[in-house]
């Protein structure tokens, strides 16, 4: 792929939404350490800085404070309650709030508050990141299976436009859902992740120069940071002025900090937790390896991050978008 700007990517979104002087952006979550969340709030951005007025809708609580400092007063930013999936006075309570701001066009991301602006008036643009790691998750109950027909698939099905954000994730909206789409990749932002002088080894107590391994991901299952830790190990750990950093937080953080242990290079790890948005650059300035092993990714912005500051790559030989998107120029 050949990377794009953020301000290009909006522009072809722009094409898909004619007739349009307010936008909706919906998302389920706009947290920084989410890609979705990052993809939504730059389009968002994007959207406000060619003069369209622009709400973004997320779950309350899903966005960081720092991040409706940045986005108000261009984006108008509106947290939405919710308690139920499947509650369709709930639904109908959400579905009235989008109606009732009279946007023209919704550039919906997620599956939930997707769904509703779905069933609303509204018209939409759905864009598609590659769940997939859903599907795992409907073959263990039958209640993953009413959560897919009630709540992710209308936001598909539904959609007056649809875009996928690599090819990896258009053959996946074909498959599952039978459903065509227009594929545009994410954009980046070229200006700001570069190479540059940091000091950031000497605020996480690394050595200027050791040699370092790092990754970065939410801390989750399907991000398979084990084989990070088996690969440092086995490759790197024995080597001398060597160390590990992983950043970003989870559920399996403990998980893995037992892993390390086990493996012997407790010592050489470091687990930074969440890596906050304005420390990112210096955190792959620091990194002369990138590691980025997960099972499932619609696009993946770390691996390209980490690329455009000078890192080498070590990606997964897995069928993900990983490959299709760092393999660019």
Known sequence: MKVKDWSKVAEEYLELMPDTEKIGVVTDTAETSSGVGR???ELAQQFSNR?????????DGRISEDKIDELEPDVEVKEIDRSSSIDPREVNRIKSLFEEDDVDWMNSHGFYLAMVAAFS???????????????????????????????ESPSIWLANQRVSISEYAARQMKRFYLSNSKMIYNGIDTE??????????????????????????????????????????????????????????????????EKASKLGITEKTKFLGYVHDKDLVDFYNSIDLFIYPSKWEGF?????????????????????????????E
């Open 192 to 257: 700001r992740f570069r190479e540059k002088e940091t000091d950031y080894r000497s605020k996480i107590d690394i050595p200027e120069d050791a040699f370092v391994v790092g990754s970065l991901s939410a801390l989750k299952k399907y991000k398979n940071q084990e084989k990070t830790l088996e690969v440092f190990a086995k490759e790197y750990a024995r080597r001398g002025d060597v160390y590990l950093v992983i950043g970003g937080d989870g559920p399996r953080r403990e998980h893995l900090e």
């Open 300 to 328: 993946g912005l770390p691996p390209l991050e980490a690329k455009l500051c000078g890192c080498e790559i070590k990606i997964p030989n897995q069928e993900t978008a990983l490959r299709e998107v760092e393999g660019g």
């Open 39 to 41: 993809v939504s709030r």
């Open 51 to 59: 003069d369209f007025e622009v709400i973004l809708y997320t779950i």
């Open 121 to 151: 008036d509204v018209k939409t643009l759905k864009t598609y990141h590659a769940h997939i790691t859903a599907w795992s998750e409907i073959r263990k109950h039958p209640i993953h299976w009413i959560k897919w027909v009630v709540e």
